[in-house]
Nanobody, 114 residues
Framework: VQLQASGGGLVQAGGSLRLSCQAPGSIFSRNIMGWYRQAPGKQRELVGFISRAGSTKYADSVKGRFTISRDAAKNTVYLQMNIMKPDDTAGYYC?????????WGQGTQVTVSS
């Protein structure tokens, strides 16, 4: 199974987007879930993660602007992105905190215009 992120699009700098990622219950309920991004020509990086209890941690580049949450009833993890910057332009992916190759989906493209 692959995890499919959704909700990407084109947004102006300073705007907001919310991404979603639904996972099978067997994965969602047992794992710390992470959001990742990959910009053209750059390595994939961890944006942040959320524990099963709801604790979160973020990369310095998004701290204070992005918020990760999870809905156990829907087996879904969210990434709320506010005050977006052109540097946030990337493909966004979800996976477990220790990512499994088999779970990488196609991601969702986020483009922030200046």
């Amino acid at each position: 199974v692959q995890l499919q992120a959704s909700g990407g699009g084109l947004v102006q700098a300073g705007g907001s987007l919310r991404l979603s990622c639904q996972a099978p219950g067997s994965i969602f309920s047992r794992n710390i879930m992470g959001w990742y991004r990959q910009a053209p020509g750059k390595q994939r990086e961890l944006v942040g993660f959320i524990s099963r209890a709801g604790s979160t941690k973020y990369a310095d580049s998004v701290k204070g602007r992005f918020t990760i949450s999870r809905d156990a009833a829907k087996n879904t993890v969210y990434l709320q992105m506010n005050i977006m910057k052109p540097d946030d332009t990337a493909g966004y992916y979800c996976n477990t905190w220790r990512p499994l190759d088999s779970l990488w989906g196609q991601g969702t493209q986020v483009t922030v215009s200046s």
